[in-house]
């Protein structure tokens, strides 16, 4: 068990709808990390963020938002789903902000068990 | 640009035999950490090792055991005597100063271990 919990394991939705994917990082925890895993297009990063501010952003779609919140837990929005979205979501979290500045590196990840979104 | 090949896409051997996964990096930072990570077919991904770039000492731990060598840019990981519970998908990443730090994927390694 990592520490970072995701909720909900599994949804299933339809095109154009939007859902939200909830994320509770490890107790102490200040950054987190989405990802998002397609057979088609492995792990990619979403987002970032570190106590509450966005930190980095990745290959993230206009369609897709998200935030942390002061609790630190942190939700992924995705709108106008389709059938392209179908994928394995992960948070992850660490204790670091995990940016530059040596020796200042990246932390180990902690990741959740993800949720899985099938969108028919 | 900073990119991770795992060119093997999939392994099988039998249990006991052991196996290396290759993991080649390509980063023209001097500053860099590799990582693996380790996704059973229950989805989680665990972090397994990291190794910053200027730590080129190899390290074991138990049945496993990773080889860094900068000069080839590879840190390949190897299972001895695997056993059925080794069998899981195998990410290799790194992390470097250009890229601010965010972790780049290989593709993975798919490792069947069979009875």
């Known amino acids: 068990d990592s520490g970072v919990t995701q909720t909900p394991k599994h949804l299933i939705t339809a095109t154009g709808q939007r859902v939200t994917l909830r994320c509770s990082p490890r107790?102490?925890?200040?950054?987190v990390y989405w990802y998002q895993q397609s057979l088609d297009q492995g792990l990619q990063f979403l987002i970032q963020?570190?106590?509450?501010?966005?930190?980095a952003k990745g290959n993230i779609l206009e369609r897709f938002s998200a935030q942390q919140f002061p609790d630190l837990h942190s939700e992924l929005n995705l709108s106008s789903l389709e059938l392209g979205d179908s994928a394995l979501y992960f948070c992850?979290?660490?204790?670091?902000?995990?940016?530059?500045?040596?020796?200042f590196g990246p932390g180990e990840l902690f990741f959740g068990e993800g949720s899985r979104l099938t969108v028919l | 640009a900073q990119k991770v090949t795992q060119a093997q896409t999939e392994i099988s051997v039998v249990e006991k035999e052991d196996v290396t996964l290759d993991c080649v990096y390509e980063?023209?930072?001097?500053?860099?950490?590799l990582f693996w990570y380790k996704q059973p077919p229950s989805g989680e991904l665990v972090f397994l090792i990291r190794?910053?770039?200027?730590d080129e000492q190899n390290e074991i731990s138990g049945r496993y055991s990773w080889n860094f060598q900068k000069s080839t840019s590879s840190f390949n990981f190897t299972i001895t005597a695997s056993q059925v519970v080794d069998s899981a998908v195998y990410f290799c990443?790194?992390?470097?100063?250009?890229?601010?730090?965010?972790?780049?994927w290989g593709a993975g390694t798919k490792l069947i271990i069979k009875p």
């Open positions: 992850a979290s660490s204790v670091t902000p995990g940016t530059s500045g040596a020796p």
């Open positions: 107790s102490g925890d200040l950054s």
């Open positions: 963020y570190y106590n509450g501010e966005e930190r």
């Open positions: 980063t023209r930072d001097t500053t860099y950490y």
């Open positions: 190794r910053n770039s200027f």
């Open positions: 990443a790194l992390s470097a100063r250009n890229s601010n730090y965010q972790l780049i």
